[in-house]
């Protein structure tokens, strides 16, 4: 490989200079909080807001939500509701705050105390691949079945609605059968699960 030159170094350090910049600009901008980073598993976030979806709100203030999770009594989350009622919305918001606290961003929330995660897992949306001819539900259990192989004790995981794009039973089975695997001992994770059964 050919040696990085100064100019590349300097591109470097500038670009990096430009990140720190912007996330002290948008966390002053937008009343974000210096998180908590530590290493318990604990993920512990009061009034969090999702960072995309409350600036594109014009007339209404985004409502605010907790979270709690651990490796204990409290790994899993069942978020139910109806359809428009913001489930996705807040497991994203969750997702985002763990991600931003852990690359030394202040988050949207009055509090937040994250325990490092290694990974974060998301199985969200629904959509074919029909050029490789995998339906919805054969993509949707092929990301499963990678999360529940990767997923260790220290992960962060969120289902959105796992199981719809087969029949009712089915679904509601498949969804049960990732809920219970994913509370085991083998795995134990972090979980948020929204699901419409």
Known sequence: AAPVT????????????????????????????????????????????????EQTLKDVRFVPNDTFL?????????????????KSTYMRQVALITVMAQIGSFVPANEASIGVVDKVFTRVGASDDLASGQSTFMLEMNEVSYILKNATKKSLIIYDEV???????????????????????????????????
């Open 6 to 53: 100064r100019i590349q170094q300097t591109a470097g350090l500038v670009a990096a200079l430009d990140c720190f910049c912007s996330l002290s600009e948008t966390a002053v901008r937008n009343r974000y909080t210096m998180p908590e980073v530590d290493a318990s598993r604990e993920l512990v976030i009061r009034e969090g807001r999702h960072p995309v979806v």
């Open 70 to 86: 651990d490796n204990k009594k409290k790994r899993i989350s069942v978020i139910t509701g109806p359809n428009m009622a913001g």
């Open 163 to 197: 199981g719809r794009g087969t029949s009712t039973f089915d679904g509601m089975s498949i969804a049960r059968a990732i809920v219970e695997y994913t509370n085991g001992k083998k795995i134990g994770a972090k979980t948020l699960f929204a699901t419409h059964y």
